[in-house]
Structures are given as C-alpha cells and as structure tokens.
C-alpha cells in the first residue's frame, strides 16, 4: 500500500525529495564540521591557558633546600582570581610524596584523577560544587634554590570554569543552526527549482505526445532539442508512433479496399433491381434478375462473414483448443465436400491422412478457422488448375503441432506474383475476370486466421510446376 | 441510337442494358473485356459509349485514348468503381464526356446518356420540332399539332434518329446501323417497311408530308418544302 502510493508520488516532487535531502546532508555534514573545528580550537586555547597557568604556578612552588619544607610564594594579586566569587579558578599544589601543599578554598575536593595521573600533563572535565570545570594535571620539577643541582617533584593543578567556553559554543552553535535552518530553506526552494526546470524537457515531450492524434500519427516528435538522455524515450514513442501508423494506415486501406470492393456486388445489385423496376413486367426476364441478384448476395454474405470471422479472430484474445482427430476431421470433411467441384472443373482430390496420432494432442484453432483455410486452400488449388490436374491434401501431426499441405501440379503461380500472394484482393490473373470467383480475399484471411493463433501458411513452389501451400498449425499435448 | 457498354461484369453489363433499353430511343451491344470493346468502338460507328477503367485486356483509360487518337467523337460516358475526384479529373482529361461513379443510380445514368446524346447532336432542348410535330426525347412521346401520336419503340427510335439529323439524308445503311444492336440480321427492307408505318402515322392523316424519300440516297425528315403526295 506504501510502496504503491509512494510510486504514484509525482516525479518532480520525488526529484525535488532527493536533491533537498542531498543538499540537506551535505550541509548538516558541514555545519557539524565547523561546529566540531571550533569546539576543539576552542579547547586547545583553553587547554594552553590552564597549561601557562599550571606552569606559572609552579614557578612559584620553592624549596631552599634538601630537608627544608617547599612553600607557595603567593601574591596577593594572584590569590584574588582564586578566591572571586563567580566560577573562580582552581588549584592544588602536591609535592612529590602526595602531600598536598596549598589548594584553593573553592576546591571542594582534589578530583581523584589529580592523584592517579602518571603523565606529564594530562586535560581533564570534572566538576565542581556542581559546576563544569576542565583542569589540569602538571608533574615537574624544580630546582632547589640553595643547591640547584638537587630537583624535588611537584605536581601542580589548575582548573577553569568551562562556562564561557559552552558559552561561546552555544553562539556558535546558534549561529550554525540559524545558518543551517536557512540554507535548508534555500535548498528547499533551489531543489525546488531544480527538478522543475530539470523535468521541462519531459513536460514539453509529453505536451507534444498529447498533441498528437489518431489523424496526425505522421507526426513525430522533435529530438534534436531534447537532453541525450530522453532521446531514447522520444524514439520509443515514435516508434510506437510509426507501427501504430502503419496499423492504422493497414485497417483505413483494408476498410477502403473492402468498401472499394463491395461496390462491385452492390452496383451490380442496385442495377439489377432498378433495370427490374424500369423494364414492363416479364416474369422470366425477372426471374432471371432474380437469380443473379441471389448470386451476388451469396458473395456479399461470404465476404461479411470472412470479414467477421476476422475481426472476431482478432478482438478476442483467448486461445482456442481443438482435439487433433476434430482437426483431421474438418480438413477431411471440407476436402470431401469439395470433390464435387474438382470433378466437375475435371480434376481430381486426393487425400493422405496420417495413422498414427499423438495422444492428448490439442491444435490452437477452432473448427470454423480449420474449416475456412481448408477450404480456401483447397477451393484455390481446384479453381485454379486446369483439367487432368490432381490436387494432393496432405495432414501429418506431431508433438508441437500439425501441417497441412496442399499441393497441385497446375500452373503453379508466376515467381512475380509470389511476393503479393497473401495481399488483400490480389488475384493472381490480373484480368479480374471474375471466372474464378473470389474477391481475393481468401489468402489474405486464411493467413491472417492462422497467424492469430501463432500458426502460419506458406508458399512454395511444387515441382516440376505446381504450387504449394502449407498450413502449420500450432498445437500441445496435454496429459489428462 | 446506338450504344455500346464495355463493362466485365457480365450481370452488371447486363443490367445496365437492361435499364437503357427501357428508353424506346436506344439500342445495347455489349463487350466484356478491353480488346473486344476497342474493335467495336473502332469499326461500328456508335452514338455513345459507356466505359468501365478496370477491364480486363487493354484498359479503359488507354482505349478512350487510342479512340480519340483515332479521330473518334464518339461521346464516352465512364462508368467505374473509381471514384475519387482525381479519377474523374483523369478520366475527363483522357477525353470522356462523362464520368459516373459506382454504385451508381440508374436514373441518373439514363439522364446523363440522354444529355450526352443530345448535346453531341448539337441539339440541347429535349424538345424536337420538325414543322408542327414535336418530338419529346425525355418522355418519349410524340404530338403533330394538338394530336398525339403513340408509336412502337422501333417506329419512335426511327423518328427520333431522323429528328436528331433533320434536314439531312439518312441513308438505309446509317439507320439499320443506328436503330438495331449487333444481333439482328440486317434486311434493309425492315426499314422501308418501318418507314411506310411511321408515314402512315406522322404523315398520311396531315396536308404537309415530313418525311421524304430521296431516291437512292436515304430518307430525310424536314419541314420545308412541305408537298402533297
């Protein structure tokens, strides 16, 4: 449910998300660097102050000499920062056997840290009646003042208020995040920006695709002034542009060819009736008109059906079955049905069924389409031999499939009129006289019917003259 | 009249002759492919022709051309499933007198025939006088002063061809050409014998005589020099 609405998020605010969230983290990683730079510069001065001081302090620890008892040389001067009211500093001054010597009265306590330092010198935090403090810890030693060849150890510790430090930290800090929070804005608002006037190119792509309409499809949209990396979008769309026009172009001359073609039928129709209207009546003379007009309906009524045949063909996607022996069956019975003809055109049919079949094997067809090419390709190959000719009708089947092949040894077709075979309303004798019958359709559907269900028919020539169609037929077993 | 249909489907061309021939004024011969349709229209000499563009043989566009190249004014109505206006521009280019697309009605065919017709007789009005006979060429009826006259299709495609070349000597061999299609055995006493009806009829009841006998030469119809026989 998330990831489905966070797809549908507009592109340009998810752009816009992605730039803000970068430029956002870039600047947190840059605020956090100065703030951290400044802690520590902060720090070292605060650290070289306490160390100045530690060490001035211990100027002022003497011992005259070996026995003699060190002492603390204060002034009074000195003693005053000690000793004000407000975070005043701290210090202790312990010789070298742990004794302590002198500390402030501010110190509540020598932090434990003090006494376990083994280091030269070591920074520490600590606190103070409550207050922060940072110390630190100075092991030295001085010379005697009788005998300068003697040292004794001191070790000295001094401590500030880190107040003004945190302080000064917390401006700054304030000061980065004022500087952060408006650069958020400002990045806010640049990201903003940045993926509108990024997305134009696709915004001014997807105004022209809009534009484009089922009577423009010669349109194609402009990629020379697109960023390199929509060009290939452009290209799929018009590519998808060019087959949709080609589609298009292919139904409007199929629409035209068929509407071209009707009008021979319908004229010879309307002119029938009408010369039937104009004439005295006769009854044998309309009679005849009659007849001829049920001729033409008859192939008005053939033509509208391979239409429709067709077109159902084509706008229902599910996938027909049909049981090999049905299959057999229907070229066998269409085959025999048009004996008939062969005989009276004097030719003659013969057929070749195979004896074995694969078990559970379905064909992806239906009946009426098997029944359709069947009879085209075998009406084509007796109308279109002479007599003495004999027309060959071969089924075999395997796991894959079947084919079904018909071939003659007529006239065979002339190698130029191959390429325009399965072309709508092309006849293969140009004269159009129409003894043959047909519109030119019938190859052209056929093809069409078995290429709906992946199959296909193809044509080759039959030696030494003949042709030869071949219908493969798409199919699969199925175990019960 | 004469006139030939070329046309290849045979039913259509049928049809078609059917629908002109309920006019009394015409006669059809029919050809069904471009090579038979050319050696008619070249040897027989027709009033009109109706052409089909897709026919089988020499198409029709090349044999209107050939015909005009010939020196033919045979009037050529193109009748054909072509129809967009850059068709009809070729066809009229290619020098038809007309051109009907299909499905096409077949009153208007028969209008536009007629017209064509008349027009190439350089006689536009419909209305035909020969003195005070006046022959209607759309309705086909015939009137000598306030009387009608009802004659038999044969007789009226006779006095109408006559009409259409009045003042002029038809000969015997024009008019057997004219008024019977390619079927008939041609007696050319059929034509004395119509003669002497349609004079029994358009002539014998007034004074003045219309058609006359030029001997030798043919019949012609005129007004003038109106005799008593």
Redesign the interface.
Known sequence: MKSEKKGRMRLSIRLALLVFLGQALILGTFAATVYFYCRKVFYDSLDFALEANAESLATLVEKEDVGEHPELEFADEVMRRFSRKKRPDLFAVIINDGQLLEKSKSLEKIPPFVHHSDNKKRFQNFRNRGRHYRGVVLSLSRKMEKNPDRTFQVRVFFASSTHPLGEELEDIAEFIAWFYSVGLLISFLLAGLISWRGLAPLRRLALETGKIRAESLDRRLSSRQLPRDLVPLAGAVNNLLERLETAFERERQFSSDAAHELRTPVTTLKSGIQAALLAPPDSRADRRVLRDLLVDVERLEGLCDSLLLMARETANGNTPELAVTEWIEEIRNTMEGLEALAEENGSRIVGKFPDQIPEGLFMKTDASCTRRIAMNLIHNAIAHCGKGTTVRVEVDSGESGGHMIVRDDGPGIDPEDVYHLFQRFFRADQSRARTTGGFGLGLAISRTLARIHEGEIQYSPEPPHGSRFTWHCVGSIRHP | MRILVIE??V??A???R??I??IPSFVVDLSH?GEDGRHLAMTEDYDLIVLDL????IDGLTLLRGLRKAGRRTPVLILT?KNTPEDVIRGLDYGSDDYLG??????ELLARIKALVRRSKGRPDPLIRVGDLEINTSTHTVKRGTRAIVLPALEYRLLEYLAFHQGEVVSKTRLLEHLYDYNWEKFSNVIEVYICSLRSKIDRPFPVKLIRTMRGQGYMLSAGEGHTE
């Open positions: 290849d489907e039913r259509l049928r049809n078609i059917k629908g021939q309920t492919d897709m026919i089988p043989g499933a299909k499905p096409f009605d077949m009153g």
